[in-house]
């Protein structure tokens, strides 16, 4: 229960509010089932964002960021390709929801004519919309006197994450359907959230967006380890859904192996993925904005997490990914130098074809890199 010290205990967790917070939770305390996170809840939410910009707490451009609380540090690059205006958009808030512990990342990649304003808004709505989900959850647990958090803490953290991106997401996409200065219907945008608190990784996904993590191995060797799926049409679970929504899943004969998913009839352009925001003309053949929730504890052997959107992952492997980001003399260089390998790749691996918009974000959970991870980087440079 909230304390007199706006300190939300949990049988043995304890989360601390800043005071915007604590009144909120309390009228949460005295009015269980209540819109929450679509009133006072989401300004309340809105007013941190607002003051972590104001703290240099909060980019969404190219450039670094760091707290003097945690050991975290963010790169962030975004490269606009040669297709138009650049529809990738990111987002990174250290100390989220001013919350020591706390950094929320974001990653989204927008397509169809309005897709730049798309993946904007939803850049937007997205943090405030999750830490009001996740207050509203965790003042909700308060409540439930049957709970006992010691059974498994954990499991706990990551199921008011998991109940909060649920939440987050599907509320955003009704938003964004009924938004009077955006049309949707044939455009739509992917996205890959991700909150660390403390050890505790929680990330959502929808799209084709990846997050991978560099992790030590038992040889000492630095490798990667995808933490999301691409959301591609043609894998079998997601192909079924489609075909029973009556939608189709096929290759165009100029695109052998991109795979899209279509219409009854093909009335309009496939899509190269099968879960995305927006993109309502698609939505009644199978197409959903459901993420996939996943958790990581962070362990010692972690380094760093690398998001970012298709315009690297089609041209740079994850493996070759992990080497750059670690191979950079500077962490705050590092996102930069993973663009411009991918935009060099481009040229190289996709001749003929229009480059795409290239973003990346790299997280790194230590200031200082392992022992090993100098040790593995120096055997490289030798090879």
Sequence with gaps: MLNGDGELHTQGAMVRFPSILEGLVRTMSMKKGSNFCNDVGREAAEALAKEAKKNELMLRSSGIIKSEKSDNLSSVCSKRGKKGMNQDCLIVWEEFGFQDDMIFCGIFDGHGPWGHLVSKRVR????????????????????????????????????????????????????????PGIDSFLSGTTALTIVKQGEQLAVANVGDSRAVLATISE???????????????????????????????????????????????????????????????????????????????????????????????????????????????????????????AASAWKS???????????????????????????????????
């Design 124 to 179: 937007e709505s997205m943090p405030a919309s999750v830490l009001c989900n996740w207050q509203e959850t965790l003042a909700l647990l308060s409540l439930d006197l049957d709970f006992d958090i010691e059974r498994d803490t954990n499991l706990c953290c990551f199921d008011v994450w998991k109940q909060s991106f649920l939440k987050t997401y599907a509320a955003i996409d009704q938003e964004l359907k009924h938004h």
């Design 219 to 341: 040889d000492g060797s630095l490798v990667p380890l995808q933490l999301t799926i691409d959301f591609k049409p043609n894998l079998p679970q997601e192909a079924e859904r489609i075909r029973s929504s009556k939608g189709q899943v096929f290759c165009l004969h100029d695109e052998p192996g991109v795979y899209r998913v279509w219409s009854p009839h093909g009335e309009a352009a496939g899509l190269a993925i099968s879960r995305a925001f927006g993109d309502y003309f698609m939505k009644d053949f199978g197409l959903i904005s459901v993420p996939d929730v996943r958790q990581r504890y962070i362990t010692s052997r972690d380094q760093f997490v690398i998001l970012a959107t298709d315009g690297v992952w089609d041209v740079i492997s994850n493996e070759e990914a992990v080497n750059i980001v670690s191979s950079t003399a500077e962490k705050e260089k590092s996102a930069r130098r993973l663009v411009e390998c």
């Design 349 to 383: 691996k996709k001749r003929g074809l229009a480059m795409d918009d290239i973003s990346a974000i790299c997280l790194f959970f230590h200031r200082e890199a392992s022992p090993l991870v100098s040790k593995f980087c120096a055997m490289k440079k030798s090879m």
